[in-house]
């Protein structure tokens, strides 16, 4: 699906925070939830190709943009991880029914496990691409002495974009706000089927990353795919490829929902 083929996007109201925009196939379980990243929205590569394999299947398939994202309301600069994953339970108990894959991309990754132990009854499988699980841990000990200055003294600083769609503002209370919610520290209590992708040349998220998240999480049924050659995004045409590949794995034929 093009972009300009692209649907127009639905609206989530809620009485405890802004409209957030989706889009929506009906279709078999289990459904499929695609989660963007930091600052990404929900025209990317990764979402549109899982729209289309998801029509093509008849599979039910969601991908929505957090508040401050995309068309979705709200400030950017005025949200935090704790929003993000508010946002994600939203759209999965208002708008999804019975089983759900969740796909996080990079801190998609990190609210894909956050929402599936708030909601463990609501999800089948789990497929991280280079999820950023614990990020703003990072990112508070790669600041250099500016910004490490602006965030205490007027507690934000602007930090550029890899991807050249200008810089972004970085507020101390989304760092402290994500610290609350890391994972890595101790075991992840959960028991569904784990996929990770991940790129070797991931200058985000190191793909060690992924070993860490696989040391912690309790579930057997647990694996991951590194590319060599993949970056960050993971959405060339391999890549995409190679996603199709995962859930579909992941998915039990049409008609068999559980």
């Excluded at 497929?127 to 990020?135: E, L, S, T």
């Amino acid at each position: 699906m093009t972009e300009k083929e692209d649907p127009k996007p639905e609206f989530l109201t809620r009485p405890d925070g802004p409209p957030l925009a989706y889009r929506r196939v009906a279709g078999w379980e289990p459904g499929v939830v695609f989660l963007g990243g930091f600052m990404s929205d929900m025209t990317g590569e990764k979402a549109t190709a899982l729209d289309a394999l998801c029509r093509r299947q008849g599979r039910a398939f969601l991908r929505f943009d957090y508040r401050g994202h995309g068309t979705s309301g709200g400030r950017f600069d005025e949200a935090v991880i704790s929003d993000w994953l508010a946002d994600t339970l939203a759209v999965l108990d208002r708008l999804t029914e019975g089983p759900q894959i969740l796909v996080g991309s990079s801190m998609g990754g990190w609210l894909m496990l956050l929402a599936a132990l708030a909601r463990p009854e609501r999800i089948h499988a789990l497929i991280g691409i280079a999820p950023a699980a614990d990020f703003v841990r990072r990112m508070e000990a790669g600041l250099t002495a500016e910004q490490r200055r602006a965030l205490d003294g007027q507690g934000f600083f602007l930090r550029p974009s890899e991807y050249g769609d200008g810089p972004y503002t970085i507020t101390k209370a989304l760092i402290e706000d994500g610290k609350r919610h890391c994972l890595l520290d101790g075991p992840i209590a959960l028991r569904r089927p784990v996929r990770l992708l991940h790129g070797m040349r991931d200058d985000a998220v190191p793909w060690r990353e992924s070993l860490r998240l696989i040391e912690r999480l309790e579930c057997e049924d647990v694996r991951a795919v590194f590319v060599k050659d993949g970056d960050h995004r993971l959405s060339r045409p391999a890549d995409l490829a190679l996603l199709a590949t995962v859930l579909e794995g992941l998915l039990p034929a049409p008609g068999n929902a559980q």
